[in-house]
Nanobody, 125 residues
Framework: VQLQASGGGLVQAGGSLRLSCAAS????????MGWFRQVPGKEREFVAA????????YYADSVKGRFTISRDNAKNTVYLQMNSLKFEDAAVYYC???????????????????WGQGTQVTVSS
């Protein structure tokens, strides 16, 4: 499975960005997808995840109500719509794919099988 993340960039605080992650190499609709982010010197943290069907989504408390994860299985793509961006949202964002179901309470980066290359999100004043 190859994952290609895109859509990062520079945005003012309060603004919006939509990240995309295009998948190839395996049946996309058979696995769950997630977004994580990382800033230098800190561990990678969970942001959002979505089940293979798209009917169940999960979010970190820090982004609930502001970020929305979605997927289009026909396009083999998962999205992260980020609204009301804050300075603390600035990070490199990674998309990831999990071949097995991960209960929401156990979501962690170590349980995902494939990773994209990351896309930088910078939030300015």
């Amino acid at each position: 499975v190859q994952l290609q993340a895109s859509g990062g960039g520079l945005v003012q605080a309060g603004g919006s960005l939509r990240l995309s992650c295009a998948a190839s190499g395996r049946t996309f609709n058979s696995y769950g997808m997630g977004w994580f982010r990382q800033v230098p010197g800190k561990e990678r943290e969970f942001v959002a995840a979505i089940k293979w069907s798209g009917y169940s989504t999960y979010y970190a408390d820090s982004v609930k109500g502001r970020f929305t994860i979605s997927r289009d299985n026909a396009k083999n793509t998962v999205y992260l719509q980020m609204n009301s961006l804050k300075f603390e949202d600035a990070a490199v964002y990674y998309c990831a794919a999990a071949l097995r179901y991960i209960p929401p309470e156990y979501i962690a980066d170590t349980l995902f099988d494939y990773w994209g290359q990351g896309t930088q999100v910078t939030v300015s004043s």
